[in-house]
């Protein structure tokens, strides 16, 4: 059962670019979520998607970033015209359900650098 | 502003001693929380969970011990060996909040000598 798979590991951008993230659940999961993190910080929760439904995205920019889930493929994080501050680690999240005692399994993550 | 922090940023043991990582958290209504293990480079891995009616639990060498009244959290590795150096980041979901995702705190970098 493969675990969380995101790709690409390493995206380089330059400003004005879009940038297109993609994480792949675990097998059954519908739930997702994709996180944020900065040089030496925690993560932070950028959205929370189920399947073909965005749940919450408080965490999200209002502008130039989008997330989606659909019915069938990964789900895609995707930031336009990029800018310098968007350098960062995302990270995608799935899991079984939400809540108590459900455990989160984590990708890898996707390392974006802006030049 | 965040409402689950750490309490040192860095934390350095011996091999074989002790660890003793710590958590601080600000909702009062958090109901469930979480240890993640973050290596370099690589994305958070879980290691123990526990429910806001429970103040201790414990897994293989580590042990997480959770003080509501003074909202305190933290996570005790028994001795720590080379490969637990890495960053611990305590996490936490608020109750009866719909839809919320873990949150997170900045983490604790461990680094373990030999």
């Known amino acids: 059962n493969a675990g969380v798979m995101q790709n690409p590991r390493h995206l380089v951008r330059r400003r004005g670019q879009e940038a297109r993230l993609r994480c792949s659940p675990m097998?059954?999961?519908?739930?997702v979520y994709w996180y944020r993190q900065l040089p030496e910080e925690g993560l932070k929760f950028m959205v929370y998607l189920q399947k073909e439904n965005i749940i919450d995205e408080s965490g999200m920019p209002k502008e130039r970033f989008s997330a989606e889930f659909p019915k069938e493929g990964p789900s895609i994080l995707r930031i336009q015209q990029v800018v310098r501050g968007d350098s960062a680690a995302y990270f995608c999240a799935s899991s079984l359900r939400l809540g108590v005692d459900t455990e989160a399994f984590f990708g890898q993550g996707t390392r974006l650098t802006v030049v | 502003g965040e409402s689950v922090g750490l309490h040192l940023p860095t934390l350095s043991v011996q091999e074989g001693d002790n660890s003793i990582i710590n958590c601080a958290y600000s909702?009062?209504?958090?109901?469930?929380f979480i240890w993640y293990k973050q290596e370099s480079g690589k994305g958070p891995q879980f290691i123990i969970d526990?429910?806001?009616?429970?103040d201790k639990r414990q897994g293989q060498r580590v042990t997480v011990l959770l003080n509501k009244t003074v909202k305190h959290l933290s996570l005790q590795i028994a001795a720590t060996q080379p490969g637990d150096s890495a960053v611990y980041f305590c996490?936490?979901?608020?109750?009866?909040?719909?839809?919320?995702?873990?949150?997170f705190g900045k983490g604790t970098t461990l680094s373990v000598s030999s």
């Open positions: 909702n009062s209504a958090s109901d469930y």
């Open positions: 097998k059954g999961h519908s739930h």
């Open positions: 526990i429910r806001s009616n429970m």
């Open positions: 996490a936490e979901i608020p109750l009866g909040v719909a839809g919320t995702a873990l949150i």
